[in-house]
T-cell receptor, first 113, second 113 residues
Framework: DSGVTQTPKHLITATGQRVTLRCSPR?????VYWYQQSLDQGLQFLIQ???????AKGNILERFSAQQFPDLHSELNLSSLELGDSALYFC????????????FGDGTRLSIL | AQTVTQSQPEMSVQEAETVTLSCTYD???????LFWYKQPPSRQMILVIR??????QNATENRFSVNFQKAAKSFSLKISDSQLGDAAMYFC??????????FGKGTSLLVTP
């Protein structure tokens, strides 16, 4: 058990819809990272938060947004969903910005019909 | 931009034998970290081993060890005494201090009895 909790585990929705994925980091971890794993793009970094503030952006679409709340949990919002957004979305956390390894949640499987 | 290359899409090993998975990376940074993550069919991302670039000594975790060649920008994973439970996708990842992970495309490892 990594200590990182992601909900829901599975999500099925239709094109054009909006969904919210939730992540609770390990106790004490201030950094949260979101990754997308798809068949064609592999594992890609989307966005990072550190103690409530956005720290870095990767290949995140404008239709996607995220935030980290005062209790350090994070939410990834995906809107105007397209078929190509179907993927496994991982959240990872680490306790400091620097060199600590990231521990991953079990992911949310998003299927767009 | 940093890139991580895993040139072996698939590898096969017999139980109790040794296998080496290859990884090369490209960076102009001097302070970075390298990781191997395992993703079994359950799709969890499990940290196998990590290496700090400033350390010359190769990291070892039980049956897993790395061969880190900094000048050649090579970071291979050796699995000794392979077990059926080692069957999984293995991802090599690079990380600058404080930044997100940059993953290779993965190597699928098959372990045969």
């Amino acid at each position: 058990d990594s200590g990182v909790t992601q909900t829901p585990k599975h999500l099925i929705t239709a094109t054009g819809q909006r969904v919210t994925l939730r992540c609770s980091p390990r106790s004490g971890d201030l950094s949260v990272y979101w990754y997308q794993q798809s068949l064609d793009q592999g594992l890609q970094f989307l966005i990072q938060y550190y103690n409530g503030e956005e720290r870095a952006k990767g290949n995140i679409l404008e239709r996607f947004s995220a935030q980290q709340f005062p209790d350090l949990h994070s939410e990834l919002n995906l809107s105007s969903l397209e078929l190509g957004d179907s993927a496994l979305y991982f959240c990872a956390s680490s306790d400091r910005v620097s060199n600590q390894p990231q521990h991953f949640g079990d992911g949310t499987r998003l299927s767009i019909l | 931009a940093q890139t991580v290359t895993q040139s072996q899409p698939e590898m096969s090993v017999q139980e109790a034998e040794t296998v080496t998975l290859s990884c090369t990376y490209d960076t102009s940074e001097s302070d970075y970290y390298l990781f191997w993550y395992k993703q079994p069919p359950s799709r969890q991302m499990i940290l196998v081993i990590r290496q700090e670039a400033y350390k010359q000594q190769n990291a070892t975790e039980n049956r897993f060890s790395v061969n880190f060649q900094k000048a050649a920008k090579s970071f291979s994973l050796k699995i000794s005494d392979s077990q059926l439970g080692d069957a999984a996708m293995y991802f090599c990842a690079y990380r600058r201090a404080g930044y997100a992970l940059n993953f290779g495309k993965g190597t699928s490892l098959l372990v045969t009895p």
